[in-house]
């Protein structure tokens, strides 16, 4: 199994930056991409960035477009932690936001990771006041 732990949700104010970590932990050499998907009461899960276990996605966008130039995934192997940097947040991306995993490799759109038989943490909550 692989455990997934997120931290640094918050609420900030249009404009802001936020910075999400991902602590993984467990049989983690079955992952082949990880990445983030956010979720607003009553809608669908969505994909957000995603990042190969050996680094970035070359065969792909790294980002849905709602959030490109905006955010950016990164990954320290040594800690075993992945990070989103999103920088000027807007009200629009208030959500709930997952850290999550998939053996299979990134999808080649963004939005669709959203791996229902991955690893997934327990969720951190980012709010953006206008």
């Known amino acids: 199994q692989v455990q997934l732990v997120e931290s640094g949700g918050g609420s900030v104010e249009a404009g802001g930056s936020l910075r999400l970590s991902c602590a993984t932990s467990g049989s983690t050499y079955v992952i082949s991409c990880m990445g983030w998907v956010r979720q607003v009461p009553g809608k669908e899960r969505e994909g957000v960035a995603v990042i190969g276990k050996d680094g970035p996605v070359t065969y792909t966008d790294s980002y849905a477009d709602s959030v490109k130039g905006r955010f950016t995934i990164t990954q320290d192997a040594r800690k075993n932690t992945m990070y989103l940097d999103m920088t000027n947040l807007r009200p629009e991306d208030t959500a709930m936001y997952y850290c999550?995993?998939?053996?299979?490799?990134?999808?080649?759109?963004?939005?669709?990771?959203?791996?229902?038989?991955?690893?997934w943490g327990q969720g951190t909550q980012v709010t953006v006041s206008a």
């Open positions: 999550a995993a998939s053996r299979l490799i990134c999808p080649g759109t963004v939005e669709t990771f959203v791996p229902v038989s991955g690893f």
